[in-house]
DNA sequence: GCAAGCCTGACC
DNA sequence: GGTCAGGCTTGC
């Protein structure tokens, strides 16, 4: 699934493969795949150049030039579950699930946006909206800084597994990455944001830039769909510690690998490295109910 | 029936 | 404002 290392790896991509082109033409099979109207997108897209390549968080944001000086426009690409973009020869088979072509120059090749399960959307924007949509985003989390990182958890309940992923607060992390830091970084996945300590908030944050720079540096994750720009597999699978690794042994202790649900989504972890965060009572003033760190429906295999 | 990212909407 | 549930989609 593409998170920050998939869409950074397909940023570069672009770069390498479709910066300073124009796009010739554009055709649009499956009008869901865009936001807004298809029409615009095809009208607005049509004659510019790729100008600039940008990535925060999952979204990758493709400045588009036109020749008359008219104002900017931005491709915003979101790849969701299983969004592929390739640049491929024209003449190359069409695989299912494509929906929109993009022609590039002479017309020998291609931009394609391939998406099976139909998360993924492409969005023509002006620097405005684009600014917008963006700036909803919290920091990137490749790029924010510690005492960002650190803000943000400050007085946050519910489960850290669910604020990691939450990309309003730090933008980036999926649930692959998110089940890696927190091994990484010895932290339960229901511990409370706002209350680990100083200490293991900043062994998370460096398990965060530690596992993506890994992650980018190996092309990112494959399991099935995701593919970089030549529609080549990453290389980090074998890499995973948790995820997808249930009752498998733990590499550092070898207890066996939990999963449990939380925020709806799969989380995986080593309940021995990775203890369960203890009922803090505040054990001053008259004895108020103590409860569980986190509440909620949790259900553990 | 499950998995996922992201959006919407309900609830306090 | 935070927090959580639901829906989209389809190959396995």
Known sequence: MPELPEVETVAQGLRRRALGRRIVAVEVHHDSIIAGSAE????????????????????IAVELTADDGSELRFLL???????????????????SHT?????????????RFRDARRFGRLRSLTSAELEKVLGALGPDAQRVSEAQFMASMRNRK????SWLMNQNLVAGLGNIYADEALFEARIHPLSQPGRVSADKAHQLYKAVRKVLDRAVRLGGTTFSDYMDIEGRPGAFLSKLRVYQHTGEPCRRCGHAIRRMVIGGRSSHFCAQCQPRPRATAKMRGPKKSVRSGVRGKLKEE
């Open 77 to 95: 690409v979101r790849l969701g579950m299983t969004g592929q973009l390739t640049v491929t020869p024209h003449d190359a088979p069409i695989e």
């Open 99 to 111: 929906h929109v072509f993009m022609t590039l120059d002479d017309g020998r090749e291609e931009l």
């Open 158 to 161: 519910g489960a850290i597994k």
């Open 40 to 59: 615009e997108f095809v009208s607005t897209l049509t004659g510019r150049k790729l100008t600039n390549v940008s990535r925060k968080g999952k979204a």
